[in-house]
Structure formats: structure tokens, C-alpha cells
């Protein structure tokens, strides 16, 4: 969903490498497989079997990081892009599910996680073979997106607050909370994401202004909850200046001077401020945030390559490499020093220094399901319902 | 022994058979023209009429919401919703519709007296040159093209900037419907120019000349004979125009404001979100308007001029 727009940044060199690499792949390396057995019950990971395959948002496995881990450990990897958590989603479960027996890793985001868990297409993993585990966030041990019943479905990788960007040249005083994107003020100068999950920021805000509706979860809403929510956001479209569908959309939107203020991510503010545009943002909370996890396929074929990776992808160093490369924030507060290392006071931008009750008052992604956590009936509106809903809206 | 007198016989008979076979295609030329044209309409009936097949049928599936995945049920549930008060989609067609219809009428507006001019009245030159400028843009990637407009339209853009400096207010045209439908105009009009051009060039003199001896003043002459003979020519421009703005679905996503949903933008978000059957349902819509489109077109003699 939110991925496509990032891409840009990314340079056309990587591409054609990462194919030079496929290609030598496709052409040298075929061997590996063989019997995986129970990789929840391993007390030890084995030797790699020369090969992983993941589904992967696109530079998930950027080749800045993973060329050393093919190195080092001769699982060379094989990617499949996905555009959105729908086709992730879908890439798992076809072939009979559980990734096909084709594929081992999955990158998903957490509006597909819980989807992937009750589907059975991934498999709990041993969390003490992933020794950087111990040092994550709090939130990202065992979050409600990746962990059921005390069983971990992978291991969570980064992360990213949703944030409000204003341009300090027109909003005078700075906006405090979320509630400048739904009043009158800024009429005509704001923006929010194309994005059904949307619907979610609109549910945390009414979470607090009408606690008459009872919304225990932006993400659990029942039928009377989601109207709510439907309402305040066709409310707010005539206070809009367009739904950014791409984060260089907003970028632009900002830079010529259409909107003044709106939501989106670290990554949009980082670009416009490295452009000299006089752009802050602020992280009202309590805020919406997206979290992903590599998850394991029930059916991975090299599910000890699949660990070395998890392994490897957690560590300082690497979290540091990925969350610049991507633009987001690791789960890892060790990778801080590695960060600031690669881009001078990038940990304090991507938020990575703030204290344990900052985190806490992030709701993470999760996919709308039927099944309500809250009061275990399942009268909550799926994604379908929820996509249906932002249609109407923007529609 | 057995296998030598078969390879004895097969020779003279494969010769036999190869010659009664032209004879047969020599009596029936038919039967030749079908052989020649087989493999290329059949490439085209899988590849063209065989995908709209394909989506046509499944325009009756549904999705399973909670795994996304495609039950090959049939049902008119899909178009049920397309249908149904107080849902979205009939709102997003007809805003659809709309903006298609003034493109179309705009670009007719626009493209009659330049074609006119070049095709009657410039000297071989000015022609020449004028074609160029007309094809040129079509050089350039339609997305370039799009992104500059985006620039032009902006607030800090070019328009408001030409506008600051003669002491005139902005015009926030910026993600509106109307700058949708300026681009629309500029992006799709050489498809409008170049037929009415063809049909303009093909008027003879001498029809003209008849009118005027006639007494029949300048105006006159437009509206009765120039126009009429022209009309294919028009419509034959309408059906780029107006199929190219139903289809599109990139200038309503970075031109368009927050009304600005056009039925590729829905079908688009569906699809990515695996809901291919609805997508398909959906994708119907401006196939039926074309189809009814392209029959009245036929009506007024549009494929004549193509």
C-alpha cells in the first residue's frame, strides 16, 4: 500500500544489480531443499540450504545488506515483490497454502499478519533462536499482530509512526493533535493518505472526542462504529485538498505550495526538510503506526537459511541499514550509534531515542477481521467492509 | 519387408495427396483466404476477445473476504452492488461519463478550425510545421506530459505565477475537476485534429465553389456543406477522445482533487486489492457505454473517415 511511492528513492542501479543477480542465480545456483522437518522444535540452525526465497516488499531485501548475508552464509536469495498486504496475502495462499512449498519468508505488514496466522499459511518460530529478539522494544517482542496465544508467527523488523507534516511558514502556531485535519482551519490546505486503513486514524480520533460510541480498538469496529467513522471522514473531504496516493505525491503537494498540512510519514518529512522546505512534523499522541514482521511459511522449503536470515535482518547494524535504505525505524534500539553512523541524527528523526510510554501510545496496523478481540463475538467489519466504506468516501 | 514397401508407398501418395490438395484450394478460393486468415484472427480472438471473455465471466465471481481468494460461484452480486442506492459506483461512472463528454465536445471545439486551417488554407509550409506541433507532444511520454501539467496547475505554479505578475488573484486550479479536464484536452486533442483533418482534406473544391455560386454566404457554406461532410470526421476523433478519458485513470489519481474518482481508479484499487471479480463487474460499465458509443458512431458514417 504504502510502499509503491518509496521505490524513488532507491536508485535504477539497484534494480538492474539485484537482476544481474537473479539472472546469475537462475543460471548457477539451483541445488538446496531437501527435508526440513519441525523448525519450531530446532535447538540449533543447521547448515543453510543454499537458498531462500521471500515475498518481500520492494528493497526488503535490498542488496545493500544482503549481499554480505548471501556471502556469509550461501543462502542466496530469490524475491518476489508484492505491491500490497492483498497480494502478499494471496501469493501464500495459493498453491495449497502455507507459501506453496515454494516460499519461506513473508514481509508482511500488519494489516495482513493476523490474516496469514488464521489462514495457517505461516508457522510459529523458536524466538530464542533470534538473538537480537532480547533487545527489541518492548512493543515489538510480542506484538498482537505477530504473536497469538504466546506462540511468535516470525519476528518483527521495522516500523514507522504515522505523523502530521505542516508547512511552519503557513500553520501559525504549530498543530497539536489530530484534530487540525478534521476542523475548518486549514480548509482546503490538507491531505491524508488514499488508503482504507485511514479509516482506522479517524476511529482512534473519535476513540477520544466521542467515547459514547464505545470503540475499544480503531481496528474492531462494529457496523454503528465504522459509520461513525465513514461520517467524520466524508465530513472531512470537503476540507481537503486531494488523498495523496504516493508518498512523492504529498512531497510535491507540500513543495508547491497546495497543502499546508496533512498526514503521512517520517519519510515525506525527511525528504522535503533534506529540500530545504520548510516542513515539520509531529507525532500526536496516541497515532496510527505500520509494523512488519518476516514471517515464516508453513511449508518453507529452506527454513534454515530462513532463520539465518531473520537472524541477520534484527541485528544493529543491518536494522540501521535497512531503516535508511527504506526510510523507517527499527524495532532494534541498538541500531541507534549504527544509524546516526550512516546519516548524522537519523535515530532522533526516525524516532528511535524516545521513552518506553512514547511507543505504547502507537496503535500498530492490524487487519480488520470479523472476529472481534474485544468482546470475542465476531459482529467487527472486515477489510472488505472497511474498503467498501473508503470508496464510498472518496468515491 | 513391411517397412519398405510403406516407404515405397508413402513417396508417389504424399505427392498425390499434396496435389489434390491445391486442385481443392484452386476450385475453392474461399477455403484458401480462410487458411491465410486463421492464424492471424485466431491470435486475435484468444488474445483480444478471449481476454474480454475471460473478464466477462469472471465479473460473476466473488471474493472470500477473509482470505482473498476468488469462488467460482456464479452470482450477481457484484453488479447488484454496482447498482444499489446509496453505494459510490453509479456517482464515480457518471462523473466518469461526464468529464468524457466535455473533453470530447472541447476538443471538437478546438480541433475544428485548426484541422480547417491545415487543411485548407496554410501554405505547404505553415502545414508541415503545424503538423509537427500537433504530433509532437505525442513524442513525449504521457506521463511527463502529465506531471508537468501538475507543475503549471500548482499554486506555486506557472499560471499563478503569470497571473502575480500582471496583478491578478490566483486561480486555485490546482487537483480541481476542471484541471482534470484541461489535461484531458491537451493530452487527447491530436487524436481529434488528425481525423477531422483527413475529413476536411477530402472535401473537393469544387463542392465549395458550387455552394458560393449558389449564393450561399461563408457561414452558410460551414454549417451545410462543410460540416455535414465533416461530421465523420468528428466523430471519428470523439471515439479516441472519449474512449481514451473513460479508460484513463493516471491524470484523475495526480490532476484530480478529492471528487475526482474515475472508474479506472476504482477498478485499479480493487484490483489491488485481489478483488479481481468486482474489478471485472465494474470494468463492464465503460465497455457498454463504448459499445452503445461505437454503434451510433457507425450510424453517422464515423468508420468511413477512420
Known amino acids: 500500500m504504502r510502499r509503491i511511492g518509496k521505490r524513488s528513492h532507491v536508485s535504477v542501479v539497484v534494480v538492474v544489480a539485484v537482476t544481474a543477480a537473479l539472472a546469475f542465480v537462475a543460471s548457477g545456483c539451483g541445488g538446496g531443499g531437501g527435508g526440513g522437518g519441525g523448525p519450531s522444535t530446532t535447538t540449533a540452525i543447521g547448515k543453510g540450504e543454499g537458498s531462500l526465497n521471500v515475498i518481500e516488499w520492494p528493497y526488503y531485501t535490498d542488496k545493500s545488506f544482503a549481499k554480505p548475508f548471501e556471502q556469509k552464509t550461501g543462502c542466496i536469495i530469490h524475491r518476489k515483490d508484492a505491491g500490497t498486504s492483498n497480494q502478499m496475502f494471496a501469493l501464500m495462499h495459493q498453491n495449497g497454502g502455507g507459501g506453496g512449498g515454494q516460499y519461506d519468508l513473508v514481509s508482511a505488514s500488519g494489516d495482513a499478519s493476523l490474516r496469514l496466522i488464521d489462514a495457517g499459511d505461516v508457522q510459529p518460530i523458536d524466538i530464542n533462536q533470534i538473538p537480537s529478539w532480547k533487545d527489541f522494544l518492548p512493543q515489538f517482542k510480542s506484538p498482537a499482530h505477530n504473536t497469538v496465544d504466546g506462540k511468535h508467527y516470525g519476528v518483527s523488523v521495522q516500523w514507522g509512526p504515522n505523523t502530521l507534516l505542516y508547512n511552519t511558514k503557513q500553520v501559525n502556531p504549530a498543530p497539536t493533535g489530530w484534530s487540525e485535519i478534521y476542523g475548518s482551519k486549514y480548509k482546503g490546505k490538507l491531505t491524508v493518505p488514499n488508503n482504507p486503513i485511514q479509516i482506522a486514524d479517524a476511529a482512534l480520533y473519535l476513540m477520544q472526542t466521542k467515547p459514547s460510541l464505545g470503540i475499544k480498538d480503531p481496528y474492531e469496529l462494529t457496523k454503528a462504529q465504522l459509520n461513525a467513522a465513514t461520517q467524520l471522514l466524508v465530513s472531512q473531504k470537503s476540507l481537503l485538498k486531494r488523498y495523496w496516493n504516493y508518498a512523492t505525491d504529498e512531497i510535491t503537494s507540500f513543495k508547491n505550495g497546495d497543502v499546508w498540512m496533512g498526514a503521512g510519514w517520517p519519510y515525506q518529512t525527511l525528504q522535503l526538510q533534506a529540500d530545504k522546505q520548510p516542513i515539520k512534523e509531529i507525532v500526536p499522541l496516541p497515532t496510527t503506526g505500520w509494523a512488519d514482521t518476516w514471517m515464516l511459511a508453513a511449508k518453507a522449503p529452506h527454513p534454515n537459511c530462513a532463520y539465518k536470515w531473520m537472524q541477520y535482518v534484527t541485528m544493529p547494524k543491518v536494522e540501521a541499514q535497512q531503516a535508511i535504505v527504506f526510510g523507517e525505524t527499527p524495532v532494534n534500539p541498538l541500531a541507534c550509534p549504527y544509524m546516526d553512523k550512516i546519516q548524522k541524527g537519523s535515530c532522533a528523526a526516525y524516532h528511535l531515542n524516545e521513552p518506553a510510554s512514547y511507543y505504547s501510545k502507537i496503535k500498530f496496523w492490524k487487519t480488520p477481521i470479523a472476529k472481534c478481540g474485544w468482546n470475542s463475538s465476531s459482529d467487527c467489519m472486515d477489510y472488505n467492509a472497511w474498503q467498501q466504506a473508503w470508496t464510498k468516501i472518496t468515491g | ?306
Open chain 2, 1 to 306: 519387408m513391411a517397412i519398405d514397401a510403406g516407404a515405397l508407398e508413402t513417396g508417389p501418395s504424399l505427392r498425390r495427396a499434396r496435389l489434390r490438395l491445391s486442385g481443392l484450394l484452386w476450385r475453392r478460393p474461399s477455403l484458401k483466404a480462410l487458411g491465410l486468415l486463421v492464424p492471424p484472427l485466431g491470435a486475435f480472438l484468444i488474445v483480444y476477445v478471449g481476454a474480454l471473455g475471460v473478464l466477462f465471466v469472471s465479473s460473476f465471481w466473488t471474493i472470500d473476504s477473509f482470505t482473498a481468494t476468488v469462488k467460482h460461484t456464479w452470482s450477481l452480486d457484484n453488479y447488484r452492488l454496482i447498482f444499489a442506492q446509496g453505494e459510490p459506483y453509479l456517482r464515480i461512472a457518471t462523473r466518469t461519463l461526464a468529464v468524457a463528454a466535455v473533453v470530447t465536445a472541447v476538443d471538437a471545439l478546438l480541433a475544428f478550425p485548426l484541422a480547417f486551417f491545415m487543411a485548407r488554407l496554410a501554405s505547404r509550409r505553415t502545414r508541415a510545421i503545424l503538423f509537427v506541433m500537433v504530433l509532437l507532444p505525442l513524442w513525449a511520454s504521457y506521463l511527463v506530459r502529465i506531471y508537468a501539467w501538475q507543475t503549471i496547475l500548482a499554486h506555486d505554479g506557472v499560471i499563478n505565477w503569470t497571473l502575480g505578475k500582471v496583478g491578478l488573484p490566483d486561480l486555485n486550479l490546482a487537483y480541481t475537476n476542471t484541471a482534470m479536464v484541461i489535461v484531458f484536452c491537451y493530452v487527447w486533442l491530436p487524436f481529434m485534429v488528425l481525423p477531422i483533418y483527413a475529413a476536411l482534406e477530402r472535401i473537393p473544391e469544387s463542392y465549395l465553389e458550387a455552394s458560393a455560386d449558389l449564393g450561399a454566404r461563408g457561414l452558410k457554406t460551414v454549417r451545410s456543406v462543410i460540416l455535414p461532410l465533416a461530421l465523420p470526421g468528428i466523430v471519428a476523433g470523439s471515439i479516441f477522445t472519449f474512449s481514451l478519458t473513460l479508460g484513463d485513470y493516471i491524470t484523475p489519481l495526480l490532476i484530480g482533487g478529492t471528487n475526482s474518482q474515475f472508474i479506472g481508479n476504482t477498478v485499479y484499487n480493487f484490483i489491488v486489492e485481489a478483488n479481481t471479480p468486482f474489478a471485472a463487474a465494474f470494468a463492464m460499465i465503460p465497455m457498454a457505454i463504448v459499445g452503445v458509443y461505437l454503434l451510433i458512431a457507425r450510424r453517422l458514417g464515423a468508420f468511413e473517415a477512420l
